[in-house]
């Protein structure tokens, strides 16, 4: 057996689970946004050894680069206004800043399969067959166990 062969094979499967890290991540994140959902245990303890490795290598420049990026950020924002608009938790006007994750909120759902149970739309008897690739406006309360089960994904 080749060495190169070898090598080749552990470095094809570690960049495809790194791949396939950031396409789970990537799809935990855009989840979560009309709730906060379960933390994804094994996925997120492979993507903070990643980060944890990359940090270890770049320590000393990640420090000075992202100092400088967040004063630069700092000054170039918040303070540019004025000092009663400062403020991240205002809540002038009765809306508040800081939104809350909630789960009365319509969401753009794609189906990843074809579900054979039709779904309904809440508070009405009209029902609808999902085919995988569609893609449906739709409640995220009524919708969420499609997400968690995997038969559909949010965009």
């Keep these: 057996m080749d060495i190169d062969n070898i090598l080749s094979g552990a470095i094809g499967q570690t960049a495809a689970q790194e791949t396939s890290d950031l396409q789970a991540l990537v799809r935990a994140w855009v989840t979560e ?3 906060i959902l379960p933390w994804p245990d094994s996925l997120m303890k492979r993507a903070l050894q990643s ?3 990359q940090i270890d290598k770049h320590a000393l420049y990640i420090l ?3 100092s400088l990026c967040l004063q630069a950020h ?3 924002t918040f303070l540019q206004f004025p000092t009663s ?3 991240s938790d205002d809540t002038a006007g009765g809306i508040s800043m800081v939104e809350q994750p909630g789960v009365d909120k319509v969401v753009f759902l794609k189906a ?8 309904f739309v809440e508070g009405t008897d009209m029902g609808f067959q999902t085919r995988k690739g569609d893609v449906y406006v739709v409640w995220w309360s009524a919708n969420r166990e499609l997400v ?3 038969d559909a994904e949010l965009i």
């Design 64 to 66: 000075k680069t992202a």
């Design 51 to 53: 980060i944890n490795h």
């Design 148 to 150: 968690l089960d995997g």
């Design 74 to 76: 700092f000054h170039s």
């Design 112 to 119: 990843l399969r074809h579900i054979h149970v039709p779904m």
């Design 33 to 35: 946004r009309p709730e």
């Design 85 to 87: 608009l400062q403020n």
